[in-house]
């Protein structure tokens, strides 16, 4: 399967700025946007956090964020919003981590 970079930044699939992701969590990708980000380019970020509420799905870790997990992924791009707490959307049982960040002129890394 070809990378994040190659399916989605060229021609009309090209990514749209900001780069949303939005109640998705797929960790092995996390690397290849931010690889495929444009410099100056934003990312939008609304994930369900791991809070330990049992009877809230999904329950699975895999699709849950840990605390501080996003903010940590993006340490070294310019983060211009970031809280961890109750969704403003109705029927989101989760806590959710909000981030909106900016790809710097010198990030330190691609991953």
């Known amino acids: 399967m070809p ?3 190659q399916r989605y930044r060229r021609g009309k699939h ?3 700025e900001p780069t949303p992701l ?3 969590l797929q960790r092995d990708l996390f690397s290849e946007i931010r690889a ?3 410099t100056g380019g934003t990312v939008v970020a609304a994930i369900h956090l791991n809070d330990g509420k049992a009877e ?3 329950s699975n870790p895999s699709f849950l964020l840990e605390p501080g997990e996003l903010r940590e992924f993006f340490r070294d ?3 211009e919003h970031y809280r961890e707490g ?3 959307e109705e029927g989101h049982r989760h806590d ?3 981030l909106i960040c900016r790809k710097p002129v010198t990030a330190t890394s691609t991953n």
């Open 56 to 58: 809230a799905r999904p």
């Open 96 to 98: 959710t981590a909000f």
């Open 36 to 38: 495929g980000v444009k």
């Open 86 to 88: 109750a969704s403003e």
């Open 3 to 5: 990378d994040w970079d």
């Open 14 to 16: 090209a990514p749209k």
């Open 77 to 79: 791009w310019q983060i």
């Open 22 to 24: 939005l109640q998705y």
